[in-house]
């Protein structure tokens, strides 16, 4: 009888340790989400200040998206990152950046080109710019999975966001830190 209790015992210490071992290990090794900046906006359209029509005739709009990864445990795999570009609620153009695999602590940073070819949009533009600024807002729309030591997590969808104020040199206006955080 005694012995019998003793093995019950036994494995419900053992039971519970393992249940507070994997708890940890859970605790330590979940995936933090990656953060998203956008640096170096620039539409030649809306650069007004260059006084050159070479400059204001093309329509392209270029930013980069600094993408950091801030687990030192997890790895990520993204799919295609799907990139729209709005001014005043309407679409304007999109683009997208091809899926990569991201290590741990790493910074990533990709190049998007939008061509945007809507012209009232862009004499409306031109005018706001010439008053003060213009705001874009730039979307994304992310599927990723983490890696954890060796295992895929399963697909996780993000969708960020953020807004952009552009001046009279078609330039982002962003303050010191030269960046906009997507949330
Ligand atoms: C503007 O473009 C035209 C044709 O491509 C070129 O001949 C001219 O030199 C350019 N002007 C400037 C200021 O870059
Ligand atoms: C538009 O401007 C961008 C940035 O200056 C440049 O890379 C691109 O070649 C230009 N496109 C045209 C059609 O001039
Ligand atoms: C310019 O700014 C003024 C004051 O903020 C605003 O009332 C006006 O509508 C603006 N004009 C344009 C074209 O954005
Ligand atoms: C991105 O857009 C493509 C084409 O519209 C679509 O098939 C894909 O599912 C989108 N990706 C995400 C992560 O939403």
């Known amino acids: 009888m005694s012995e019998c209790r003793g093995f019950y015992s036994w494995c419900f210490g053992f039971t519970f340790l393992l249940g507070l071992t994997t708890l940890f290990l859970w605790l330590s090794l979940r ?7 956008l640096i170096d906006f620039y539409s030649p359209a809306l650069d007004i200040a260059s006084n050159s029509p070479n400059t204001t005739r093309n329509t392209t709009i270029l930013f980069q998206l600094k993408i950091s990864n801030p687990n ?5 795999h993204y799919d295609a990152i799907n990139v729209s570009l709005y001014y005043k609620e309407k679409k304007i153009g999109e683009s997208n950046v091809q899926g990569f695999y991201q ?8 190049s998007v080109v939008i061509a945007a070819a809507n012209e009232l949009f862009w004499e409306a533009a031109s005018l706001e710019v ?23 997590t399963r697909h996780k969808g993000v969708e960020v966001a953020g807004h952009v104020p ?5 330039k982002m206006v962003a303050g010191k830190k030269k960046r906009i955080k997507l949330k």
Not at 31 to 37: A, I, K, V
Not at 72 to 76: A, E, N, Q, V
Not at 166 to 170: F, I
Request: hydrophobic share 40%; net charge positive.
């Open 103 to 110: 290590g741990h602590k790493k910074t990533a940073k990709k």
């Open 130 to 152: 010439l008053n003060r600024t213009a705001v874009f807002r730039v979307d994304l729309v992310i599927g990723l999975r983490f890696k954890v030591v060796w295992a895929n």
């Open 31 to 37: 995936p933090q989400n990656p953060s998203y900046d």
């Open 72 to 76: 030192k445990d997890s790895g990520i």
């Open 166 to 170: 552009v001046g009279v040199d078609g």
